[in-house]
């Protein structure tokens, strides 16, 4: 695990700076998608079955999930 260092908080981490390219056109293609792929539907389902499970006070945040 020569890549790798642990973190404070115990988490193993790259230890190694790389540039990531994410291109915009990725995005328009899942937006166009998003409607209708059962990947977006279940985790919508999923997310909002866990939220309606806690108080209405608390505030929740999706870090992505992909």
Partial sequence: MNNFDVDTNGIYVNNEKVNVFYHDKFNDICF???DTNFWFNN????LGNVINNF???CIFADGGGG
């Avoid at 985790?43 to 999923?46: A, E, Y």
């Fill in 43 to 46: 985790r919508n389902d999923i």
């Fill in 32 to 34: 166009s998608v998003e």
């Fill in 55 to 57: 108080s209405k006070e």
